[in-house]
């Protein structure tokens, strides 16, 4: 009986000997966890294939708590992480254009241009100017304007609803000046608006509106100005 016991108890320590090989071995193949782009304490340990975290050291790292009822245990993190979250959502909406502003200031953008279009073919072709036909592209684009000013929620819909104005009011006060020309009887050359400084800044403008539609988000480079 006594030699059966020794057996026993050293196979007892062998096993224990193994275990804390295979631990061992395990611990040198350990990983580290970052959290939020920060090297913390909490120690991976992959077992099978599977990663396996310290809870406690995990709580620890992100500020967080646990609480143990039964067998039931809660961690409870931070509301500085889910209001940090939000606030990086938040900030990305304000910065980006939204869809129904985006949809209304395109049309918008799209009557000033068929407006242009319109007056400079009849500068072009020397056809009379009258001011009832260009009030046709005008009215629409005021419709337009309106409905994006509706539609704008963002920071981003309001800086930009800023530029489309500009943009609507300099396409008024060229066509204007071309009306009041035809009326006064005033020569008007085919090659006007390639010398008119508005013309120019308009057409500008319009380039710099229609890359912001097409990236969904703000910018100002100066030309609508």
């Not at 009379?128 to 629409?140: C, F, K, M, Q």
């Not at 500008?204 to 030309?223: E, T, Y």
Request: aromatic letters at 6%; glycine letters at 6%; hydrophobic letters at 40%.
């Amino acid at each position: 009986m006594r030699e059966k016991a020794v057996y026993t108890g050293m196979t007892l320590t062998l096993l224990t000997v193994a275990t804390i090989w295979t631990l061992s071995t395990m611990a040198q193949q350990n990983s580290t966890l970052i959290v939020n782009g920060q090297p913390s304490q909490v120690t991976i340990i992959e077992i099978n294939g599977h990663p396996y975290a310290d809870l406690e050291a995990f709580s620890r790292a992100t500020n967080g708590s646990l609480a143990f009822n039964g067998n039931q245990i809660t961690l409870t993190l931070p509301l500085s992480a889910h209001s940090s979250l939000s606030a990086s959502v938040a900030s990305a909406t304000s910065r980006g254009l939204s869809r129904a502003f985006l949809e209304a200031g395109i049309e918008a953008m799209s009557n000033v241009r068929e407006w242009r279009s319109a007056l400079a073919n009849t500068i072009q072709n020397g056809y009379p100017i009258s001011g009832s036909a260009l009030a046709t592209y005008r009215d629409e684009a005021t419709t337009n304007l309106r409905l994006a000013s509706v539609a704008a929620s963002t920071d981003s819909d309001r800086n930009a609803l800023r530029l489309l104005n500009s943009e609507f009011n300099n396409m008024k006060e060229l066509s204007d000046k071309y009306v009041a020309k035809r009326q006064s009887l005033s020569y008007i050359s085919p090659d006007s608006l390639q010398n008119d400084a508005l013309d120019q800044k308009i057409v500008k403008c319009g380039h710099s509106l229609a890359a912001m539609a097409a990236s969904g988000q703000f910018s100002d480079d100066g030309s609508c100005q």
